[in-house]
């Protein structure tokens, strides 16, 4: 089971906790007859022989980013593994998708491959928490990929944080932006439109408003307080109208300041907690172990 171990690398979460080494990219083929499949095997495997997982969170990637990974493992070869399962006699990616997608491009015949015993459950976290731990996903993802997980594992978001390391009320956070309109979503996947900005339109309650003011706020390049006091006087307009539902009422987190705790959380890769006050102030950052304190201080003293 998945626990706590976000940021410490599939390494671990493959090796039970143990240190790993790297695969040497220069690994000689390995028969088949003594390789086969079995759990555990490092061999070169064919990179037509590998296909993607319907668990990979990641939707796009950049070419621009591959293009650079492919020079690199021209030069140097791939340093660490794919991860990948059989499933029906063929070699699905389980972590490493990217990888071999620039491989492919660099025009290598062969990769190093990690074949596990991994059931979809462990695909589908494995997938997420890789990626997580690279910031490769945008929160639009990040909330599709907690969706497939809460499905696959038919529990709740509590028991999904606990899995990849995260705070509850961030999963619930990310996931309540599929809420929002497709095209409102599109933007956040692009960038147009940051997770605050994402967050302060969930609080209009008409998705034709939350459109047009989405629209209007990427035209005018709002901040993200600017845009938290525009949807509060579209709301108190429509509270204001005859017949109208009464006002909601107010938030008393606001949004600006959970999105600096989702963007620690975010740059860190582990549960950050901000609690603002007007005399005192605190960040609180968890870490789970001596190997992740170490991580995060470096993190913050390179910054």
Same mark, same amino acid.
């Given at each position: 089971m998945v626990d706590r171990r976000l940021g410490r690398g599939l390494d671990f979460f493959l090796s039970g906790g143990r240190q790993t080494t790297p695969a040497n990219p220069k690994l000689p083929d390995m028969p088949k007859q003594e390789a086969g499949n079995k759990d555990?095997?490092?061999?070169? !495997? #064919?990179?037509g022989e590998l296909s993607t997982s319907p668990y990979q969170p990641r939707k796009t990637?950049?070419?621009?980013e591959l293009a650079q990974l492919a020079?690199?493992?021209k030069g140097s070869g791939m340093l660490q593994p794919i991860l990948a399962r059989s499933v029906a006699g063929k070699l699905e990616i389980v972590a490493g998708e990217r990888r071999w997608r620039a491989a492919k491009l660099a025009g290598l015949e062969q990769v190093p491959v990690l074949i596990r015993e991994i059931t979809d459950e462990e695909s589908a976290v494995f997938g997420l928490v890789e990626n997580l731990q690279r910031e490769d996903l945008n929160a639009i993802?990040?909330?599709?990929?907690? =969706?497939?997980?809460?499905? *696959?594992?038919?529990? &709740?978001?509590?028991?999904? +944080? *606990? %899995?990849?390391?995260?705070?509850?009320s961030t999963v619930a956070n990310f996931m309540r932006l599929l809420d929002l309109p497709a095209g409102v979503q599109a933007h956040v996947s692009r960038g147009t439109l940051s997770m605050?900005?994402? =967050?302060?339109?969930?609080? @209009?309650?008409? =998705?034709d408003l939350i459109e047009r003011t989405a629209e209007e706020s990427i035209r005018q390049s709002l901040s993200v307080r600017a845009l938290e006091a525009k949807v509060k006087?579209?709301?108190? +307009?429509l509270s204001a109208k005859p017949g109208a539902k009464p006002k909601a009422a107010p938030r008393t987190r606001p949004v600006w300041l959970n999105?600096?705790?989702?963007? @620690? !959380?975010?740059?860190?890769?582990?549960? !950050? &907690?901000? =609690?603002?006050?007007? *005399? %005192?102030?605190?960040?609180?950052?968890?870490?789970? #172990? %001596?190997?992740?304190?170490? /991580?995060?201080?470096? /993190?913050? *003293?390179?910054?």
């Open positions: 555990g095997d490092v061999r070169n !495997v #064919g990179i990637f950049g070419d621009g020079e690199s493992l993802e990040k909330a599709e990929a907690f =969706r497939v997980l809460m499905t *696959k594992l038919g529990t &709740t978001q509590e028991e999904v +944080a *606990k %899995r990849v390391g995260m705070e509850r605050g900005h994402a =967050r302060a339109l969930l609080g @209009l309650g008409d =998705r006087a579209a709301n108190e +307009a999105e600096i705790e989702e963007s @620690l !959380v975010e740059a860190l890769g582990t549960p !950050v &907690t901000v =609690r603002y006050g007007r *005399k %005192r102030s605190q960040i609180m950052i968890e870490c789970a #172990g %001596r190997e992740e304190f170490e /991580r995060i201080f470096e /993190r913050l *003293k390179n910054c």
